[in-house]
């Protein structure tokens, strides 16, 4: 049976999340799997670029940051200089590779891609597989070496087969969304279990504590606490300690109107027992609520990719997206006294092709990496 590699970067959490998705697909048919952060063989400086630097200029000069990103995206130069920037990562990563001797490798992150077609001119027998977790096509994604490249919608496929990427090399597929998104909930056990009221609606505020959006989801809650609205603002703040900390003090403040969350691992759970999920609007985060037909609030759109998901949010009348926290907070006042545009927004999510499940996804590969020979 063969075995797979997952190539993976620890900037942000969709990336690896969705390599767990797949290594649990995995597991479950007892292949042989392996997960490799790419950031951990990085020197200093490179380690400190993609954990925090990153948020640093998207958070605080983000002009600065969308302009890189548009640069690099239209330049059809940009594959070959980002690629041999990477050969020393490749140096270091190369003896995991050797010792595991992957026959399938699956990257989840640009910077996996890169490292795997450089194996693979070294190793034309391995099958590489880029999976995106974003709605919009990347370049460094759109390597020669690449024999299957999954991404979500048919747009960014256009656009990779303008790259000069095989279209039959192409499936629609992803970004890979855990099993526990696909299991029916029952949301007056949930709520119990989370002791909310049974009878309020619930916003789900999350993955919004990167740099300053830690004020800007205090905001959405304290304006969703005044509201003259049965409804309760569920704040997940994850691993990040500072927002924790800051949401605490709100629900203090606005007992049983404000409920503050840290990490949980049942975040399944919470988002089918939500009315609306207010989120930045990553990859991975839209794909779990069109999974779960969860009308969508978008805030602080990271320039570049996120844009590009905020255009999908719109073209497709699926949420909203607000830059303000003032706007957010009169978008949810006015959902809540008309439900049809949330309705609308439902309806609409039904209409889209779901191809998130991990089990379809990772078939697909073993498919096509049988066929190869």
């Known amino acids: 049976m063969a075995k797979i590699l997952f190539l993976t970067c620890s900037a942000g959490t969709g990336h690896t999340m969705a390599s767990n998705a797949l290594a649990e697909e995995c597991r479950r048919r007892n292949i042989d799997c392996k997960i490799v952060d790419c950031v951990e063989y990085m020197n200093f400086f490179t380690k400190w670029s993609f954990r925090k630097g990153w948020i640093f200029f998207s958070s605080f000069v983000p002009q600065v940051y969308g302009n890189i990103y548009k640069l690099l995206q239209k330049n059809k130069f940009s594959v070959r200089i980002i690629r041999n920037g990477y050969k020393p990562l490749f140096k270091n990563i190369k003896k995991v590779l050797q010792e595991y001797d992957p026959d399938i490798i699956i990257n989840t992150h640009p910077v996996g891609a890169i490292i795997s077609s450089l194996w693979k001119k070294e190793n034309p027998d391995v099958f ?161 609520a069109i999974n779960g037909n969860l009308p969508f609030i978008a805030f602080k759109a990271m320039p570049g990719q996120e844009e590009f998901n905020v255009d999908f949010i719109r073209k497709n009348k699926i949420g909203y997206y607000e830059k303000k926290s003032s706007k957010v907070v009169k978008i949810i006042n006015k959902v809540l006294e008309d439900k049809s545009e949330l309705n609308e927004f439902k309806n609409n999510m039904q209409k889209l092709d779901k191809n998130f499940s991990p089990a379809i996804i990772l078939g697909k590969i073993l498919n096509n990496y049988e066929k190869k020979d």
């Open 128 to 288: 590489v597989v880029a999976q995106s977790t974003d709605f919009q096509a990347i370049s460094a994604l759109s390597h020669p070496e690449m024999d299957m490249l999954c991404t979500p919608i048919k747009e960014s496929k256009e656009q990779f087969v303008k790259w000069g990427v095989d279209p039959k090399k192409i499936f629609l597929m992803g970004p890979p969304v855990r099993h526990s998104f696909f299991e029916e909930i029952n949301k007056d056990d949930v709520k119990r279990k989370f002791n909310l009221d049974l009878d309020s609606r619930l916003v789900l505020i999350a993955r919004g504590g990167i740099g300053s959006a830690v004020s800007h989801t205090k905001k959405i809650a304290k304006g969703i606490a005044g509201l003259q609205h049965n409804v309760q603002a569920v704040v997940v703040s994850g691993n990040n300690k500072k927002m924790k900390s800051e949401i605490d003090k709100l629900a203090e403040e606005y007992p049983g109107k404000i409920i503050s969350l840290g990490f949980v691992d049942n975040f399944n759970e919470l988002l089918f027992a939500s009315d609306i999920y207010v989120c930045k609007p990553g990859g991975l985060s839209l794909s779990e």
